[in-house]
T-cell receptor, first 114, second 108 residues
């Protein structure tokens, strides 16, 4: 099993450009998440999904959109990138909302917006 | 006030030392807690869950004090390979809430 994979690993954008980050998991997990991590800060939840076709806002959703058309994939979109979106983005998946389930993380996407 | 707070460190300790990290949380209704480990520029990985009765895994011991709303992680006999950032994490409604992390550097 590959676990959780993310594409791309690195990306540099200019302000105003758009892009989509892809997350894929092969563990048949229901729940998927997108986080961002900035220097000196913990991970913050952007959006999440509790199943195919569902999405919900997290702590910092502004400027991002998501889609979960297939159970194994969770896409994060930036329609008009801003320098404040320079960050490391992590995707994660979870079997369900069980109290002591482990969330599995992808390797991250390092995004720079100039 | 942040929901989960940690001392950011860094903690610089010699090999073989015992080191303890504390973490406080603000929501008394919080369900479950974890310690994740994050190596430089990599993804977080689960180190251990934190149970009310406390739990131990080799050199690592986690404790939860619900009355005082804090979680601790004790690392005994530190190894060079323990150098990393340790993230205190609360799980609520299926979502993880992270502290800012505590950096540990173990020196020879």
């Amino acid at each position: 099993n590959a676990g959780v994979t993310q594409t791309p690993k690195f990306r540099v954008l200019k302000t105003g450009q758009s892009m989509t980050l892809l997350c894929a998991q092969d563990m048949n997990h229901e729940y998927m998440y997108w986080y961002r991590q900035d220097p000196g800060m913990g991970l913050r939840l952007i959006h999440y999904s509790v199943g195919e076709g569902t999405t919900a806002k997290g702590e910092v959703p502004d400027g991002y959109n998501v889609s979960r058309l297939k159970k194994q994939n969770f896409l994060l979109g930036l329609e008009s990138a801003a320098p404040s979106q320079t960050s490391v983005y992590f995707c994660a998946s979870d079997r369900d909302r069980g109290t002591y389930n482990e969330q599995f993380f992808g390797p991250g996407t390092r995004l720079t917006v100039l | 006030r942040k929901e989960v707070e940690q001392d950011p460190g860094p903690f610089n300790v010699p090999e073989g030392a015992t080191v303890a990290f504390n973490c406080t949380y603000s929501n008394s209704a919080s369900q479950s807690f974890f310690w994740y480990r994050q190596d430089c520029r990599k993804e977080p990985k689960l180190l251990m869950s934190v149970y009310s009765s406390g739990n131990e895994d080799g050199r690592f011991t986690a404790q939860l004090n619900r009355a005082s709303q804090y979680i601790s992680l004790l690392i005994r006999d530190s190894k060079l390979s323990d150098s990393a950032t340790y993230l205190c994490v609360e799980k609520k409604g299926g979502k993880l809430i992270f502290g800012q992390g505590t950096e540990l550097s173990v020196k020879p």
